[in-house]
């Protein structure tokens, strides 16, 4: 059965500060996709980067970078020089590629609070 | 709309009353989900429809809960004698297509009290 591992719970950084979200999963696929999403505390869930099994590049957007590594299965996520608007929590999220759909199966959520 | 709409937004109930959520999907999606949100089991899936059919009901926590979709566009949660452990809040995502890893994109729920 697939599994999202966050094993930290809450990170408080102060503004500018660059912090690492950790996420590491399991799962017996070889095909699967992983997520992270943005938990605002308006409650709304928004999508923040997808990435396939076969794709191990890292990638940066503005602020943001994620860095997968099959090796270990994980799939972290950096947030340099923080904004108190980064202020949420994020959800790793695992898919398996199955003929029933893309169900995620969620980490545990890490809260981050950032202090001006 | 231009994204999930979810109604209610809040629902306080009395335990053992029925309630039924709805959700729109973004128009165009064929995939929809529920997932449910709560403080002690997180993020949880229940439920997965491609069109008007459920190929997954795995999620459900016990048969006083069930969904349908009609019209491939909105469905509907419908939860019976409700518990005070449904409290929860409970959330829809809709995505293009099934299979394929494509992102889901969340509604902002419905925050359901059991009272």
């Known amino acids: 059965a697939q599994k999202v591992t966050q094993a930290q719970t809450e990170i408080s950084v102060v503004e500018k500060e660059d912090v690492t979200l950790d996420c590491v999963y399991e799962t017996r696929d070889t095909t699967y996709y992983l997520f992270w999403y943005k938990q605002p505390p308006s409650g709304e869930l928004v999508f923040l980067i997808r990435?396939?099994?076969?794709?191990?590049q890292n990638e940066i957007s503005g602020r943001y970078s994620w860095n997968f590594q099959k090796s270990t299965s994980s799939f972290n996520f950096t947030i340099t020089a923080s904004q108190v608007v980064d202020s949420a929590v994020y959800f790793c999220?695992?898919?398996?590629?199955?003929?029933?759909?893309?169900?995620?199966?969620f980490g545990t959520g890490t809260r981050l609070a950032v202090r001006p | 709309g231009a994204g999930v709409s979810q109604s209610p937004s809040n629902k306080v109930t009395e335990k053992g009353k029925d309630v039924e959520l709805r959700c729109d999907p973004i128009s165009g999606h064929t995939a929809l989900y529920w997932y449910r949100q709560s403080l002690g089991q997180g993020l949880e899936f229940l439920i997965y429809?491609?069109?008007?059919?459920?190929?997954?009901k795995s999620g459900l926590p016990s048969d006083r809960f069930s969904a349908e979709r009609t019209g491939g566009s909105v469905s509907t949660l419908t939860i019976q004698r409700t518990q005070q452990e449904d409290s929860a809040v409970y959330l829809c995502?809709?995505?293009?297509?099934?299979?394929?890893?494509?992102?889901?994109?969340f509604g902002d729920g419905t925050r359901l009290s059991i009272l």
């Open positions: 999220a695992l898919s398996e590629k199955k003929s029933s759909g893309d169900k995620l199966t």
């Open positions: 995502a809709s995505s293009l297509a099934e299979g394929v890893g494509q992102p889901q994109h």
């Open positions: 429809f491609q069109g008007n059919s459920a190929p997954d």
């Open positions: 990435r396939n099994s076969f794709d191990e």
